[in-house]
């Protein structure tokens, strides 16, 4: 009697032993909390999102999207990598390839709006961080035709409309692009106005502070 119960009680006290080693395995596998984004370089503005505050660099995000996301699907997105080339100069926008990977194909199309101040002279090797829209965009979709990138970011400039919708902004070689309120349509001072009365002292700080 004696023997079969220290039996069942040392095999009872086995299986706990066993319980307590593989939940404390899983806990410190899965349930530890998340580690803290890299914080970004200096210089380099708050990338932010109205769902998920400051972003951290997700190139291999991008990238992911780029390959397993619908056409037009969107999503905010900061990057950083190297310009490649110049693919189309337009009078109201420039169209830029950067690449954000290893490969071959780890590329994205930035689309800059003219209207938020002049880019310098693009040239391939340039180092940038892009903050912005990201939209798949491996098909054409109504009046919009594909990228040849597979995927854009787009609203890379302050917001000068006011609203919910956060600023982008184009950084190349350590200088920031797309911080000047619009001039679209020959309405810039009235614009000037808007832009800073709807950002404040935000949109003051990228003007002055990183121009």
Known sequence: MSTYFSRKVGGRRALQTAFLVSFTWFASAFLQ???EAAPLPRGVPPCLSNQHGALPFMNDQVLAWKKETPNQWQARALISGQVQSLIKKRKTHMHV?????NGSRDTIEVVYNNAFGALPRIQAG????VCGDYITARAKA????PSPEGA???WV???SRGGEHEDGFFRIDGVVYGNRPSEVGGRGFRNLVDGFSAL????????????
């Open 200 to 211: 404040g002292q935000r949109a003051g700080a990228y003007f002055f502070q990183y121009e």
């Open 97 to 101: 390839k950067v690449k954000i990977g």
């Open 33 to 35: 909390p998340a580690a």
């Open 142 to 145: 109504g009046p919009y035709p």
């Open 157 to 159: 400039h302050i917001n």
């Open 126 to 129: 340039m180092i940038t961080e």
């Open 152 to 154: 854009i970011i787009h």
